[in-house]
């Protein structure tokens, strides 16, 4: 079993930041790419950011420049730095990893169970 714990949602004015963790846990062999996903109220769920193994990084438009995704291999952790947040950031953020686990070596994709961001103007 692999499972990922979120933490760090809130409520933060308009210009604040918050910084979001996501724990992965279990019978893990390899962690490959780590993404975090948001949905916005009423809203279908949307990439944030995504990290592979090797480091590298791609972010939606309306995040760059603001938003940092960053991880921890010894801890098995992807972080969300989110500066200058915005009312339309609102959301429930999601996060996702994609690896190999054991005892079968099988891939695994799993996701968090959602941490809600509350941006007020």
């Known amino acids: 079993q692999v499972q990922l714990v979120e933490s760090g949602g809130g409520l933060v004015q308009a210009g604040g930041s918050l910084r979001l963790s996501c724990g992965v846990s279990?019978?893990?062999?390899?962690?490959?790419?780590m993404a975090w996903y948001r949905q916005p109220p009423e809203k279908q769920r949307d990439m944030v950011a995504t990290i592979t193994r090797a480091g590298s990084t791609e972010y939606a438009d309306s995040v760059k420049g603001r938003f940092t995704i960053s991880r921890d291999y010894a801890k098995n952790t992807v972080y969300l730095q989110m500066n200058s947040l915005k009312p339309e950031d609102t959301g429930v953020y999601y996060c996702r990893a994609e690896g190999t686990s054991w005892p079968l070596v099988r891939s695994f994709e799993v996701w968090g169970q959602g941490t809600l961001v509350t941006v007020s103007s």
């Open positions: 279990g019978n893990i062999i390899r962690i490959n790419d």
